[in-house]
């Protein structure tokens, strides 16, 4: 989500930093800034807003270094301001810190850090970082000592670089399930967490994994783990800067596509506590009396995110108890919408400035109901106009085909809908710790679908040249059937249409024969002999049948002519997970028909 770039060498720091920042623009950030040092003197120049408001400071205030570390932010903890704005500093103003991650239990290391004499000036969970490590630094000036002692304290994901005046020659950094890279150079070394940062001045580049540290000098890397110095080959990059954004794959879909487990474990940091079932939010501003007493919600969104409203709608109906009604955002601002202040506006757009949806919004506020935004980007119109804000930790999506933002969204339903039942008492915590449980793990049960990416390849080879899908789901999974045909004809320009399976009989049923593929969401469920039935019928039509199912079923291929397995997982889970084979079918048709993916 943030950008990152260190740099330590023998030309212009800043002039470098501010250059990969605007290399990392497309992540992106609402605040930015920059450090460095210079004849033992830390110099810190940051700014809410963009890396060209950060150029204006530094002409009217410039600094000059050889080493710098510089930073794009995208607020979590904390509103987009100059004092959250990274990079920060400890009591002494001797150690400065950047930081991409979330650090899970920083309210319990502040409270520590405070009652230790530590001062805190900023909201971030970033800033108690610095903190410790200066806690470490103090008895043997030795920063590499300090960091290394300090991320052992640190629950959560975390990539940082970190500078101290006592040592002005050497940046230390480290990571923890945020990607950071080491870049080198002839005279010079960088740090970075993407590869476009430092592409203008070097192509080699080491990948740090999960738990090493890295010691880097302008004429030396050295990289540790587990305090044990370790050897790492570094590799070439051959792309172009615009390949080089992509990570090495062949389209942003694809990219996004598989970030999926990353970007869903992020959404879930820091939200819940298993072992006593709760949900918690820093922007929701609803309090309990509000959520028990509202009488109805809605959830108005366009696109994918309307599909993930319907999702919504399942889920808190289910656990909640409460009515929900679901609109499409051109639709709802064009009607006359019976609702009122006893009810709550639910608003779902990756971009936070989807016309319609904001439109919708409008509306309901004349009739001063509480609203709510699940939303993607920091800052935007969305966040700034509700109540309340839930950010989606998807991090950028450039590709034009909704992915990660699509399960980001789910996996914000489902806390969400735990919470609200929760405070309405419509479930137990015990239920809530059973239905966490599963939801932790739907980060690995993602990367079990991705492991299939080339069989899914494979069978795209068979169906690209159809010209006419139909798909079909019941229950919670009717959405998905949704979400699949649009992502087939978004990106192929295939004709598809997403129906609930018992729907099938009225109508779609004329259109299918041996040309037309159905591509049913067959997983285990309490509707699963229901679907059966409806695949039975399809296949009376000589349609071809592609089933998603659950592992171990042998009874689905008894009725299919092509199979995509999936994990087993709670039925009111299965959408994030069903939903990636049939992101993956629509990229790999669209590519084998040539299509502009992105």
């Not at 030309?11 to 605040?31: F, H, M, N, T, V």
Request: glycine residues 6%; proline residues 4%.
């Amino acid at each position: 989500m943030c950008g990152i770039i260190g740099y330590v060498g023998e030309g212009d720091a800043p002039a470098i930093l501010i250059d990969g920042l605007k290399r990392l623009e497309y992540r992106g950030y609402d605040s930015a800034g920059i450090a460095v040092i210079f004849k033992n003197k830390l110099f810190l120049r940051r700014c809410k807003g963009k890396v060209a408001d950060l150029e204006k400071i530094l002409r009217k205030s410039p600094v000059f270094s050889s080493i710098g570390l510089g930073h794009t932010r995208w607020a979590t903890h904390g509103k987009p301001s100059e004092e959250n704005a990274h990079p920060h500093t400890d009591c002494r103003n001797e150690i400065v810190l950047i930081h991409n991650g979330i650090i899970e239990n920083h309210m319990e290391l502040k409270q520590k850090l405070k009652k230790e004499g530590h001062t805190f000036k900023s909201e971030t969970d970033t800033e108690i970082i610095v903190h410790l490590i200066e806690k470490f630094y103090s008895p043997t000036k030795n920063l590499l000592s300090a960091v290394s002692k300090a991320i052992k304290e640190l629950k959560g994901s975390y990539a940082i670089g970190v500078l101290s005046k006592s040592e002005p020659d050497r940046i230390v950094a480290a990571r923890k399930e945020s990607p950071l890279i080491v870049g080198l150079g002839k005279g010079e070394n960088f740090i970075a967490s993407d590869i476009p940062a430092i592409l203008p001045h070097t192509r080699e580049v080491i990948a740090l994994d999960d738990g090493e540290v890295v010691l880097v000098k302008k004429d030396k890397v050295e990289i540790f783990k587990n305090g044990r110095k370790i050897k790492k080959n570094s590799n070439t990059i051959p792309w172009d800067p615009v390949m080089a954004e992509k990570e090495g794959f062949k389209h942003f879909m694809l990219k996004e596509i598989f970030e999926q487990p990353r970007a869903i474990q992020d959404t879930l940091r820091g939200r819940y506590n298993l072992e006593t079932g709760e949900v918690s939010f820093e922007f929701l501003n609803l309090s309990d009396k509000e959520i028990k007493n509202f009488k109805k919600i809605f959830i108005v969104a366009c696109g994918t995110a309307y599909h993930a409203g319907i999702v919504g709608k399942f889920l808190l109906e289910n656990l909640a108890k409460i009515p929900v009604e679901v609109d499409i955002g051109s639709e709802f601002r064009y009607r006359a919408p019976l609702i009122t202040k006893d009810d709550l506006l639910i608003i779902i757009s990756q971009s936070g400035e989807t016309a319609d949806t904001l439109a919708s919004l409008r509306l309901a506020k004349k009739k001063k109901v509480k609203s709510l935004a699940i939303c993607n980007v920091v800052g935007s119109s969305a966040t700034r106009e509700t109540d309340g804000v839930i950010y989606t930790h998807a991090g950028p999506e450039i590709g034009v085909a909704s992915t990660k933002a699509f399960t980001t969204q789910l996996t914000v339903l489902y806390l969400l809908s735990l919470y609200i039942a929760l405070t309405r008492k419509t479930i137990s915590k015990t239920q809530s710790i059973s239905l966490l449980s599963q939801i932790i793990k739907l980060p690995h049960r993602v990367r079990d679908v991705l492991k299939n990416a080339e069989k899914i390849e494979e069978l795209a080879h068979k169906y690209f040249k159809k010209k006419d899908f139909l798909y079909l789901g019941r229950n919670i999974n009717y959405p998905i059937a949704l979400e699949g045909a649009l992502k087939l004809k978004e990106i192929s320009y295939i004709h598809a249409e997403g129906y609930p399976a018992g729907e099938m009989k009225h109508g779609p049923i004329a259109l299918i024969d041996e040309e037309m593929p159905v591509v049913v969401i067959a997983t285990k469920s309490s509707v699963y002999e229901k679907i059966i039935s409806n695949i039975q019928e399809a296949k009376t039509r000589g349609g071809i049948i592609i089933s998603i199912a659950t592992k171990g079923d042998r009874t689905i291929k008894k009725f299919s002519d092509d199979v995509i397995f999936v994990p087993a997982t709670d039925e009111m889970l299965s959408p994030v997970i069903n939903v990636v084979p049939l992101q993956l079918l629509a990229y790999y048709i669209a590519l084998l028909r040539g299509c502009d993916i992105d």
